[in-house]
């Protein structure tokens, strides 16, 4: 299995930079985790959007699925010149409800639900769904090809939910879109740095990747912060890669 960092900012990004994105491959299998804005145009780097087999959605936030509502456009294209054939799946929570219906489009996209406890074959990949705590309902999501394990929290605040979906994973790939400082002025939603740490350590996960960098705040502090807790921890960045 391999993973490569599209986006990685959130819930906006800097210059230059793209919201969640996250490409899944493994043999002929190629999913999409998440598709915030500037995904498609990174995409593009490694593979075309027709040749994915499905798109995985972590939760219905814009920073999450804005580049849906332009893959969508690309996928007309590829129609039109017979380069696909059935409408690409999309598997997301299915709530909120207004936002779950936007996701299908015509013949080209088709939003399925993605519930906790709910696996889910896709070519090579097994997913499934854990619920996160966040804004509105959220996946954490584990990913299994053979015996490599991978899991991508989303978009969560501290639950214990985390560390058992994480368990003995190879990669943990996880939101710190805080510093312990954001938590001790009331932030909600999300886990600081120190706190995505103690779950890796909690879990035995091999290797911990630090995601869903703020915009305002150096990625590096982040490192450092969760660096005192847990040592095999990085950042993500746009193109990095992780062979599982
Ligand atoms: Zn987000
Ligand atoms: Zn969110």
Redesign the pocket.
Known sequence: MQITVLGCF??YPPAGGCCSGYLVRAKKTAVLLDCGNGVLSRLRYYLEPWELDAVVV??L?S??TADLFILRYALQFARQRQKQGEALPVFAPAEPKEEFVRLSYKEYLQARPARPGESLQIGELEFSFAPGV???P?NIITVKSGQQKFVYS??TEYCPQLAQAAAGADLLLCEANFLRSDLENGGR??LAAFQAAEIAGAAGVKRLVLTHHHPERKPEDALQEAGTVFSHVELAYPGSSYEL
């Open positions: 959130g819930p972590s939760h936030h920073d999450h966040h804004a509105v959220a989303g978009d939603n999300h």
